[in-house]
């Protein structure tokens, strides 16, 4: 119910805002506790804003639910009621079942999940609407955001970035081991402004650890004048503090300016 009233903090930026604390949660225990906050958003939500008129929901059923129940439709307040109770237990038993299920299909073989996965979404592509043009459509969709995954590195480039001197780390397909940071953001609406929140748990940067990096060939060789780094990095993983003071002692050794 929190979520769903607190002005601004949203079913979605609850899950966000918790998704870290779930790294270090067995897996059924970290999607239950994301369906519960997303669940009890909206659901809590729904309620108060149909029954005493609380923020929570958009507009239109802050405005238009309360006096169109309890004017036209007041022998269904209880029924209502009872419907929300039961969907909230049958999701309870659905979640319990169904997180434990995905707990374990993480855990296969990356080269026999990702077939899986594929005849599954061909399969939920025809039974859509019955139609082989669904499939092509997917098919169609995946090959071209495939090759939409180099539009990173393009765009790095096209700024004028050297991306010779980056680390790369080989992607095992789930993120499970390491990954690309994601920055969750809901735009702002009239007096609240927009909220965002970072997830970068297992970033590839993270997985940096001291000599990785030649610093003396950057700082001394290549003469960078200007190293910039931050707190939150140095608390992404064991290793990066060792890599930032590694890295600014060298470029404090050369006169390079250090924000």
């Not at 599954?120 to 090759?147: H, P, Q, T």
Request: charged share 15%; with cysteine; hydrophobic share 45%.
């Amino acid at each position: 119910m929190l979520v769903g009233c607190m002005p601004g903090l949203t079913a979605t930026m609850g899950c966000a805002l918790l998704i870290p604390f779930t790294f270090s949660l067995p897996p059924v225990q970290g999607l239950l506790m994301l369906m519960g906050i997303f669940t009890g958003g909206i659901y809590g939500g729904s309620i108060s804003a149909i029954l005493i008129r609380t923020p929570g929901t958009p507009a239109a059923t802050l405005l238009d639910g309360h006096p169109l129940l309890f004017r036209d439709h007041l022998e269904i307040v209880c029924p209502i009621f009872a419907g929300m109770i039961l969907c909230q237990v049958a999701l309870l038993v659905i979640g319990l079942s169904g997180a434990r299920l995905f707990s374990k299909l993480i855990n296969i073989d990356i080269r026999v999940l990702t077939p899986i996965i594929f005849l599954l979404c061909m399969v939920g592509s025809y039974s859509m609407r019955f139609s082989f043009f669904d499939v092509g459509l997917a098919l169609g969709i995946g090959v071209v955001a495939y090759f939409v995954g180099y539009l990173l590195e393009d765009l790095t480039l096209q700024g004028g970035v050297d991306l010779s001197l980056a680390k790369w780390f080989d992607y095992d397909g789930i993120g499970r081991d390491v990954r690309n940071g994601l920055n969750f953001v809901e735009r702002g609406f009239g007096v609240c402004g927009a909220l965002g929140c970072s997830d970068r748990g297992h970033t590839a940067t993270s997985k940096i650890k001291p000599g990785d990096i030649d610093w003396e060939h950057i700082f001394g060789e290549l003469g960078v004048r200007w190293f910039h780094t931050g707190g939150i990095y140095a608390a992404l993983s064991d290793d990066a503090y060792d890599v930032v003071s590694e890295a600014m002692r060298v470029a404090k050794k050369h006169g390079t300016v250090v924000s």
